[in-house]
């Protein structure tokens, strides 16, 4: 905690809340940490049983920088969309468990159909990407003949399969400079992230409607609370945000969540106002424990990454439920866009955390893990769990 005397005592008026919001979201996001000595002991029983079916599975276990610490504790990699979509190409294992949301599971099942993508929860899916069916996509071309179609990676596969570019947070810009210019462009289906990319680009952008809900309940006002309060804190947001429009201007940094995380390692400041999905904290603070991170709202948490528990990641392992496949059809479609992107990506930034340089996880496990032998005892332990 960044304890200098002018912040310490508006902490202790409890002006806005920016401490109990630090402590709140710690509680939501960094279970495995614990706060008890049960729950640790549970955790911890968990994260070594997972640690050894990961091996025994010859899985890699990805997490989004959203999920919950304790599963980003167990994870080879967590990382924003564009950065899990290369890790799951470049992966040798047999298995992908995808802690995330299901179009990001089933982006890794389309760039490996030769890997088994499961999920912990099929029920985790994404609000933003529902707001935009294919058909829809096919209407709205009708009505803007020679549009090129750019899709934000949080949409779904069928989604995928109308649009000629696909683009993640940390790309968009790359991939709409990449379109000749005098093309129209129409983008779906984020509103914040197309509204961002048109006024970087200055291109011609129609935009969809949509929106992300964690994101659009994070309030102007209370961030200009905070920044009162922390005057020296910089303010990074994500381009989903819906105080976009009204904050692009003010935010030191608009960026994809790795680029968060690259930013505030790199950064000299030592205090950060975090506009984004409050899970990134954990990860903030885990790897830079040096510095104060605030979330610009403390309701800004996604309920669909808060379906996977770590109870679900180790019966995911177990059972090798929920396998997430695409129709070949739509895959092969909807791969012209992601390929597109993934090339047009690569040439432009490498990794902001290439593949050799992912943060070691199992710190906490101090002995190797020991082979399982399959059979009724294991998949008993996995109906223990519910
Ligand atoms: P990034 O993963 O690109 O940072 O964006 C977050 C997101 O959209 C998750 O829904």
Redesign the pocket.
């Known amino acids: 905690m960044d304890t200098n005397g002018d912040q310490a005592g508006h902490h202790a008026e409890g002006v806005v809340g920016a401490g109990s919001a630090e402590t709140r979201s710690v509680s939501a996001h960094a279970n495995g940490n614990g706060h008890h000595a049960n729950g640790n002991s549970h955790h911890a029983l968990l994260k070594e049983k997972i640690a050894i079916l990961k091996r025994e599975r010859e899985a890699v276990i990805l997490a ?3 999920q919950d610490g304790a599963i980003q504790d167990v994870a080879d990699f967590t ?6 979509a290369r890790q799951a190409q470049q992966t040798d294992a047999k298995v992908i468990l995808f802690c ?2 299901h ?2 599971a089933e982006t890794a099942a389309m760039l490996c159909p030769d890997r088994k993508v499961i999920v912990p929860d099929l029920a985790a899916g ?1 609000s ?1 990407a529902d707001m935009i069916m294919p058909g829809q996509v096919r209407r709205w071309k009708q009505e803007h003949p020679g549009g090129v179609v750019v899709c ?3 949409t779904a596969a069928a989604v995928k399969a109308e649009c000629d570019y696909c683009c ?3 790309n968009g810009e790359d991939i709409i400079n990449a379109i000749p210019a005098d093309k129209e462009i129409l983008f779906v289906p ?1 509103y914040y992230l197309g509204s961002y990319l048109k006024a970087k680009t200055g291109r011609n952008i129609e935009l969809w409607k949509g929106y ?1 809900p ?1 994101h659009a309940v994070i309030d102007p006002a209370h961030i200009e609370k905070l920044q009162e309060i922390y005057p020296d804190a910089e303010f990074l947001m ?1 381009p ?1 945000c819906g105080c976009l429009t009204k904050q692009m201007d003010v935010a030191d940094k608009i ?6 995380m690259k930013h505030v390692k790199e950064s000299k400041s030592s205090t950060f106002i975090i506009a ?2 409050n899970g990134i904290l954990y990860r903030m603070r885990k790897e830079n424990p040096e510095k104060t991170f605030l979330p610009a709202s403390e309701q800004a948490t ?1 309920h669909h ?1 808060e379906r996977n528990t770590l109870e679900k990641v180790l019966r995911s392992l177990l059972t090798l439920q929920y396998p997430v496949t695409v129709e070949p059809q739509i895959a092969r479609r909807a791969l012209v866009c992601i390929e597109r992107m993934m090339e047009i990506s690569n040439k432009a930034k490498p990794l902001a955390f290439p593949a050799q340089e992912a943060p070691v996880v199992y710190g906490w496990l101090d002995k190797d893990p020991q082979p399982v032998q399959w059979g009724d005892h294991v998949l008993a332990a996995a109906n223990d769990l519910s």
């Open positions: 989004h920088n959203y990382g924003d969309s564009l950065g899990l995330g949301v179009f990001m994404c933003l934000y990676i949080n993640t947070s940390a984020d992300c964690a994500h989903e960026l994809s969540t790795d680029g968060m984004t999905e996604c990454m």
